[in-house]
């Protein structure tokens, strides 16, 4: 496949979830993902680590959500290459009366036109292991 076109799919692949991240479409967010999908979820907390298989990614997604109530505030850009495509994103985490907003990088892999691995950077790691302890 020519670089372009594999740009393209990349494109539109994190466009799909894109969209339906910003729609709060959950069905949608989980048909993005590939049944292979892996999760490298980074830091010094009980949820870091790889999580290798959609369902095993969705559970450490759902347990983030459930212990620090993020809510997506922005997506900030959206980038693919050939190898990679990546959103930037501002995301908002509350939990036992503390609120904090942190961009994120998330990084993924595209197979099948679904994402199959990502890769999550938080611009402040230790304060996001603090919301995940």
Known sequence: MEPEAVVKRNRLALGRYASAWLAGDRAALAACYHDDFTLH???????????????????ILAEVTRRTNRRLLAIVDLMAGPERAALLVRERFERDGRTAEVERLLVYAVRDGLLCECWVYDQEQAMVDAFLA
């Open 41 to 59: 979820y980074f830091g010094r907390n009980p949820l870091a680590g790889d999580h290798s298989g959609k369902a095993a990614a969705l559970a």
